[in-house]
Nanobody, 120 residues
Framework: VQLQASGGGLVQTGGSLRLSCVASGRILGINDMGWYRQAPGNQRELVASISGDNIIRYDDSVKGRFTISGDYAKKTSYLQMNSLEPEDTAVYYC???????????????WGQGTLVTVSS
């Protein structure tokens, strides 16, 4: 199983970016999907998550600016980021809870990260 994240880049304050994360490989089911970020010197933190029954959570710092969505048929999650601020600068990682074999539990997989840089 692989998760491929894309969509990062350099944007000015107030700009927007849309991140995508596509899962591939032997996938029998996907449960929760999420986006995390890690800024230099900081720990990785949860930005947003969406569950298989569409329960969505956001970190307080991104509420009203970021929107997470999931297309389970396409095995893809998206993170629409608007009104970006320099404090949003980080490497963004996606993850997903995936079942690869019947009878086994869901396991969390991570993407490789995509860099988002917001200039002031």
């Amino acid at each position: 199983v692989q998760l491929q994240a894309s969509g990062g880049g350099l944007v000015q304050t107030g700009g927007s970016l849309r991140l995508s994360c596509v899962a591939s490989g032997r996938i029998l089911g996907i449960n929760d999907m999420g986006w995390y970020r890690q800024a230099p010197g900081n720990q990785r933190e949860l930005v947003a998550s969406i569950s298989g029954d569409n329960i969505i959570r956001y970190d307080d710092s991104v509420k009203g600016r970021f929107t997470i969505s999931g297309d389970y048929a396409k095995k893809t999650s998206y993170l629409q980021m608007n009104s970006l601020e320099p404090e949003d600068t980080a490497v963004y990682y996606c993850n997903a809870e995936i079942r690869t074999h019947w009878g086994r539990d869901f396991r969390k997989y991570w993407g490789q990260g995509t860099l988002v840089t917001v200039s002031s």
